[in-house]
């Protein structure tokens, strides 16, 4: 099974489901210096690489397992 990269998430409640979207976001190439004005009107692609549906409780199950991982990561790389 590949292993796909992802940088941009969507999570989307729809009736009994959750749809999750994965994909790599693309921003725009900028070869000149901009304002705030004309950055904030810029638009980021995002090519979808996957999208998940999952029962709520399928969710609840992610979610645990996913702070459970995040936090052993984070104390396998403290400095000490």
Sequence with gaps: ???????????QPVQ???ILSFGTAVPP???RP??????SKFVINIKPSVR?????DRV????QLLQTQLKAYR??????
Aim: net charge negative; charged share 15%.
């Design 29 to 31: 190439v900028i070869t």
């Design 60 to 63: 609840i199950e992610l979610i």
């Design 16 to 18: 009994n489901e959750f």
């Design 75 to 80: 104390q396998a790389t403290v400095k000490n």
């Design 52 to 56: 998940i549906g999952m029962t709520p």
């Design 34 to 39: 901009v304002t705030k004005e004309e950055a």
């Design 1 to 11: 099974t590949p292993v796909l990269f992802a940088n941009a998430c969507a999570v």
